[in-house]
T-cell receptor
Framework: AQTVTQSQPEMSVQEAETVTLSCTYD???????LFWYKQPPSRQMILVIRQEAYKQQNATENRFSVNFQKAAKSFSLKISDSQLGDTAMYFCAVISNFGNEKLTFGTGTRLTIIP | NAGVTQTPKFRVLKTGQSMTLLCAQDMNHEYMYWYRQDPGMGLRLIHYSVGEGTTAKGEVPDGYNVSRLKKQNFLLGLESAAPSQTSVYFCASIRDRGPNTIYFGEGSWLTVV
């Protein structure tokens, strides 16, 4: 079974600091995609960053970067210079490229940026 | 989100009533998904479809049925609504292998009284 685990239900950090959200997953496939999505109070789902498993280089998008450890099946999200607008729920997700098209999400981490 | 439309956005049902949620996408995506999101919980997969005419069960399929008669539409049905089905429902779609991103609808708020 494909699973995604986010072990931090809630986190808070001071504005301008760096925070890391953890995510571990389990899949039997070798080719897959990983995502981090942000959900503000409006409930809209916003793509933060994505990573193809066959790429060893960690993905980055401005202040957001990931630490992808394929052997450990770990996919953590680092937010640098955190801003008040980063306050949201963050979801990690995985989908396999072949054979298992089930798109699985973790339970989420509620991140609060403190002014 | 552009491309994925959910209807209705809000609905109040009485216990035992039936209803259908419609998810429509205009991006020619193969894969479509229905999730429910309860307070404090993540997105739990109800059913999904990997192409026209196909459906498969997710984590929490009981009490729901789905159909994908047309590629662009994925319908979620509640045959006999129960208060436990009060939730926010999200539809998502992605293109076939090698997805660049997941496209979400804006959510449908369903209350069963």
């Amino acid at each position: 079974a494909q699973t995604v685990t986010q072990s931090q239900p809630e986190m808070s950090v001071q504005e301008a600091e760096t925070v890391t959200l953890s995510c571990t997953y389990d899949t039997s496939e070798n080719n897959y995609y990983l995502f981090w999505y942000k959900q503000p109070p409006s409930r809209q789902m916003i793509l933060v960053i994505r990573q193809e498993a066959y790429k060893q280089q960690n993905a980055t998008e401005n202040r957001f970067s990931v630490n992808f450890q394929k052997a450990a099946k770990s996919f953590s999200l680092k937010i640098s210079d955190s801003q008040l607008g980063d306050t949201a729920m963050y979801f990690c997700a995985v989908i396999s490229n072949f054979g298992n098209e089930k798109l699985t999400f973790g339970t989420g981490t509620r991140l609060t940026i403190i002014p | 989100n552009a491309g994925v439309t959910q209807t209705p956005k809000f609905r109040v049902l009485k216990t035992g009533q039936s209803m259908t949620l419609l998810c429509a996408q205009d991006m020619n995506h193969e894969y479509m998904y229905w999730y429910r999101q309860d307070p404090g919980m993540g997105l739990r997969l109800i059913h999904y479809s990997v192409g026209e005419g196909t459906t498969a069960k997710g984590e929490v399929p009981d009490g729901y049925n789905v159909s994908r008669l047309k590629k662009q539409n994925f319908l979620l049905g509640l045959e006999s609504a129960a208060p436990s089905q009060t939730s926010v429902y999200f539809c998502a779609s992605i293109r076939d292998r090698g997805p660049n991103t997941i496209y979400f609808g804006e959510g449908s708020w369903l209350t069963v009284v």
